[in-house]
Nanobody, 128 residues
């Protein structure tokens, strides 16, 4: 059984930084689509960033427009961990952040329904 555990959330002032981590256990992914989503109160869950890998396509990353240039997604395969470095945070980044994984290289990575496994979420609060 795959388990994803997020950490690194917290309270930060606008302009500050946080790094979220998501550790996967129960399976090693040789081919994957690993994403970060977020959900603010009263809003739907939205795509934030994705990192994908396959032997055929190589590694690729993508971001929601509102976080481009501020957030960076990366993965440490030895630790089976995906990170989300968040810089220049804004109050509108406040949400619960979730990591998710699909054990294949998938094109429709922006849809939450594409993912098979989810973490429990970690709260990020950005004060103005």
């Amino acid at each position: 059984q795959v388990q994803l555990v997020e950490s690194g959330g917290g309270l930060v002032q606008a302009g500050g930084s946080l790094r979220l981590s998501c550790v996967a256990s129960g399976r090693t992914f040789s081919t994957y689509t690993m994403g970060w989503f977020r959900q603010a109160p009263g809003k739907e869950r939205e795509f934030v960033a994705v990192i994908r890998w396959s032997g055929w396509s190589g590694r690729s990353t993508a971001y929601q427009d509102s976080v481009k240039g501020r957030f960076t997604i990366s993965r440490d395969s030895a630790k089976n961990t995906v990170y989300l470095q968040m810089d220049r945070l804004k109050p509108e980044d406040t949400a619960v952040y979730y990591c998710a994984v699909r054990p294949s290289y998938y094109s429709d990575y922006g849809s939450a329904s594409a993912y098979d496994y989810w973490g429990q979420g970690t709260q990020v609060t950005v004060s103005s």
